[in-house]
């Protein structure tokens, strides 16, 4: 009787849970809906913005590598490195061998194509909820074409960039570390890769861009909105007031990158190149701005990760990349 009691309770409250965090939604949804309504003009060149920030920096340098690498794909080239890796990764992080091509995928492709392989798996039956949870930790990355070619082009400092790149792998397998699983998986993964045609690839290809550059627009015009209401701005002065030696509004720059990830990086490209500047774009970078964690979340809740998870693992890995920004710094001469 007790335990019917519990069971009662608990399902209560879960219910109470869902439903305000449903008021909250539609509360975010109408309030972004009234403030476009009464400045369109403001958010639709916003959202131009974001579009044109997009197909400027991020789609020249995104698209070829995204093509090059679903091209190597279809010649089972990423499961061939994935299976050498399995037995490493299964030994260090004690997940299904498959980790290894996920990491594979995720280093290669970037954001967020860990988490929809990680989806694929969990719904082929290949991988637990666990393994799931665990795999999610260190097979979260940007990728390196965006690194090295984008936040490049931002900087003008290829030695810059590297830094970044190696934060964003390095955190990311540290972070594996710390979510490590207890035991180990059992089974092995068999992974095949089906020829497809020059045409299909150039499609799926155009397919994940353009979700890129929708995810991208909208979080710039979101962005735009939380400044003009005057959030984001209030955050960032509290950020400056803080670390009195931070520069004027780079605060405010941290904080769109947060969002944004892109724009975020753009914005604080503005300042000058240095430990501080490397600390807070190893952050961003790492973990993925909520726009790209919205995508990941939308894949991941297929294997029954809840958002709470996937933005601790995103803070704790980033929190590591920014810790080791620091002695990277001193190392390349940052």
């Known amino acids: 009787m007790y335990k019917l009691k519990s069971l009662a309770i608990s399902f209560k409250k879960n219910k109470i849970k869902s439903k305000v965090s449903l008021y909250i939604q539609i ?23 974001g579009l044109l ?21 279809s010649k089972g080239v990423a499961s061939r490195i994935g299976k050498i890796l399995g037995k490493p990764f299964k030994k260090l992080y004690k997940t299904n061998e498959a980790s290894g091509y996920v ?10 194509i860990g988490a929809s392989i990680t989806s694929d798996l969990f719904s082929a039956n290949v991988i637990d909820k666990e393994d799931a949870l665990a795999i999610s930790s260190f097979c979260s990355t940007s990728g390196p074409l965006f690194i090295l070619g984008t936040i490049n ?19 990311a397998l540290i972070n594996g570390l710390v979510y490590r699983k ?45 400044l003009n209401v005057g959030i984001v701005g209030f955050f960032g002065s509290l950020i400056n007031k803080v670390f009195v030696n931070l520069p004027t509004d780079i605060g405010t720059s941290f904080l769109v990158g947060i969002i944004e990830m892109t724009r975020g990086c753009l914005m604080l490209s503005a300042y000058e190149v ?3 500047n490397a600390a807070l774009c190893s952050f961003i970078l790492s973990f993925g701005g909520i726009g790209i964690a919205m995508q990941s979340i939308t894949f991941l809740q297929k294997c029954n990760i809840s958002a709470f998870d996937y933005f601790l693992r995103k803070f704790s890995q980033a929190s590591i ?5 620091i002695p990277l710094c001193f190392l390349f001469g940052v």
């Open 274 to 276: 240095n430990s501080i």
């Open 103 to 112: 990491f594979t995928m995720s280093i290669l492709s970037g954001y967020p």
């Open 182 to 226: 207890k035991s180990v998986s059992k089974g092995q993964i068999t992974i095949t890769n089906n020829e497809t045609t020059l045409s299909n690839i150039i499609q799926t290809s155009i397919n994940s861009i353009l979700v890129v550059g929708g995810f991208i627009a909208l979080f710039n015009m979101f962005a735009d909105m939380l």
């Open 53 to 73: 920030l997009f197909c400027k920096s991020v789609l020249p340098s995104l698209f070829p590598f995204i093509f090059f690498t679903k091209l190597l794909t």
């Open 153 to 171: 082009g931002f900087f003008d400092n290829y030695k810059f960039a590297l830094l970044l790149l190696i934060t964003n792998y390095l955190s």
């Open 321 to 325: 990349a920014l810790v080791l920004s």
């Open 27 to 49: 509360a975010l949804i109408l309030a972004g809906m009234i403030l476009f309504i009464v400045k369109p003009d403001v958010y639709i060149k916003s959202f131009s913005n």
